[in-house]
């Protein structure tokens, strides 16, 4: 069984910074999809980043709203991956989840919900005004 935790969520003001970490375990995929979503109080889950890795490529889309504040990355040890947010804004407050999957994703499915098989708790990031 696969299991996602997740780290690093909590207090910033707006302008600060957050990195977000997620490790799997339970199971070492050679090729993969992790990305990150996130819910706001009354909103839907919504998609922010994934990588999307295998020996030969990989590709990290982004949100709109997050291009060029965030930055997703493989983490330092296998089937992990890191999220830094930077200029944070009120908007971003969010639970943030991270999701995974064996095997890659292409298009449009990198930002569905469903194509993802495994998901982590969440960590609450909240950006102060």
């Known amino acids: 069984q696969v299991q996602l935790v997740e780290s690093g969520g909590g207090l910033v003001q707006a302008g600060g910074s957050l990195r977000l970490s997620c490790a799997a375990s339970?199971?070492?995929?050679?090729?993969?999809?992790m990305g990150w979503f996130r819910q706001a109080p009354g909103k839907e889950r919504e998609f922010v980043a994934a990588?999307?890795?295998?020996?030969?490529?990989?590709?990290?889309p982004y949100a709109d709203s997050v291009k060029g504040r965030f930055t997703i990355s493989r983490g330092g040890a296998e089937n992990t991956v890191d999220l830094q947010m930077n200029s944070l804004k009120p908007e971003d407050t969010a639970v943030y989840y991270c999701?995974?999957?064996?095997?890659?994703?292409?298009?449009?499915?990198?930002?569905?919900?469903?194509?993802?098989?495994?998901w982590g708790q969440g960590t609450q990031v909240t950006v102060s005004s």
């Open positions: 999701a995974a999957r064996e095997g890659v994703l292409y298009g449009s499915r990198i930002q569905k919900q469903a194509a993802y098989d495994f």
């Open positions: 990588i999307v890795w295998n020996s030969w490529s990989s590709s990290t």
């Open positions: 339970g199971r070492t995929f050679s090729e993969y999809a």
